[in-house]
């Protein structure tokens, strides 16, 4: 691994499959295995078991003051943020000489067997291509499929002739590294980049449900129940919650960019205007879609996160009236019209709206940044605490655990007709060069670590091939002293056929 990648932090706990091998590490010891309990343990019932001397399962590693701490909350609550004044230390003590031993391993060379394989390069070979989705700014978006594991991803195509044409590749560039860097249930995740002759490719998330607009338009009476509309608003409000949270304002919020996934959960996707906002500055951009552009962005001011929660506003109230709040559907009216309207004009509220949903709407359609619901101090928090949300446990909702009440039927193609889909023209007169190849490099970067260590243990291959010798000894492919025996034909032959000689096998 990196050295400056060296740290307990990302090799033990951010990193899945570092996370699993250091847990494995550490089952052999006991006084280890209690630390791996203790961070496990969710019930109070064995929390307590851990924080009484009397127990057998007592961590003596733990000082007196936290763990009173922790028995006082428990009388309160039993949540496991609760905690927290006792992960502090248990993670600086794991982090010291436990890490250090962890490193001489054989679980610690096992990891750096995976990087490894997870630093392959990544090719069109690596998937199989299925039918389009959609269509992006630049290309198509299509299903694959890794052929090693068989999971499935949308590949969204930015054709290399179009972006140049456009001169999209600042924008190309800036929505790669912003996926790479967040992780969220709640925002589509990057799990592959690569260059083909043709085109730059981003392996996403993929989103078999359709987008908002669609079910909002296509679906019978236009709009959602309200219980549907809270709980996508509740999850949209969390995602961008994580983008804030990483200094990363998104400024596109519009019902085409919400994604469902097969089982009804919703994802932000498109981040191609988002941009990292450096902590404590504002910026300025009129960017984004009319009608959705807060009066700060058309106006040119300077911002930080408040288009966000303007956006979620808009978002909230199509949902329920089935038409967005300055521009009725399909109308024919030009951009000024629109801008000027949102500036000026106080949106309409029908009976369609409860008390809490007008309010809400209300607050976050205020005119004046200073002044909206979600842009102070507390930001999201603020915005989770609106009455409108008293339904939601957020706690339970953010840990993926509520099921969404409607579910996408697995049959069904939530999109317009493949033969709707207009074909993209072909690009004339455009030529690449040497500076488009240095930023082809930059771009296709091949697996990003953590989407890519999740899929191998949802797939089960970490399963199947993290194999080590009788009795927790060394197994002969990490034994440096003796020779490989010939592998036989494994699951990772077919995982990594094309690559260089296997480095894990039964």
Known sequence: ????????????????????????????????????????????????ALLSPQSSDYMPEISQAPMNQCMEHLQISTCKDLFSSCLHPLHEYLGGAPFADYQDSMYFDRFLQWKYLERQSVTKDTFRQYRILGKGGFGEV??????????????????????????????????????????????????????????????????????????????????????RVTFYAAEICCGLQHL?????????????????DDDGHIRISDLGLAIKIPEGEMIRGRVGTVGYMAPEVINNERYSFSPDWWGLGCLIYEMIEGQSPFRARKERVKREEVEKRVQEEQEQYSDKFTEDAKAICKMLLTKDPKQRLGCGEDGAAQVKQHPFFRTINFKRLEAGVIKPSFVPDPRAVYCKDVLDIEQFSTVKGVNLDQTDNDFYTKFATGSVSIPWQNEMIETECFKDLNVFGPNGTRSPDLDWKQLPEPPKRSLLQRLFRRHVRPVLHH
Not at 40 to 48: F, K, S, T, Y
Not at 166 to 182: D, H, P, S, T, Y
Not at 244 to 260: F, M, S, T, V, W
């Open 142 to 227: 299509c299903a694959c499929q890794v052929r090693a594991t068989g999971k499935m991803y949308a590949c969204k195509k930015l054709e290399k002739k179009r972006i140049k044409k456009r001169k999209g590749e600042a924008m190309a560039l800036n929505e790669k590294q912003i996926l790479e860097k967040v992780n969220s249930r709640f925002v589509v995740s990057l799990a592959y980049a690569y260059e083909t002759k043709d085109a730059l490719c981003l392996v996403l998330t993929i989103m078999n449900g359709g987008d908002l607009k669609f079910h909002i338009y296509n679906m019978g009476n236009s709009g959602f129940d309200d219980e």
């Open 1 to 48: 691994a990196d050295a400056d990648e060296r740290d307990y932090g990302s090799l033990c706990d951010k990193q899945p499959i570092g996370r699993l091998l250091f847990r494995q590490f550490c089952e052999r010891r006991p006084e280890l295995l209690r630390c791996i309990h203790f961070l496990d343990a969710v019930q109070p019932g064995l929390i307590r």
């Open 244 to 260: 804030h949270q990483e200094g990363i304002a998104y400024r596109d919020l519009k019902p085409e960019n919400i994604l469902l």
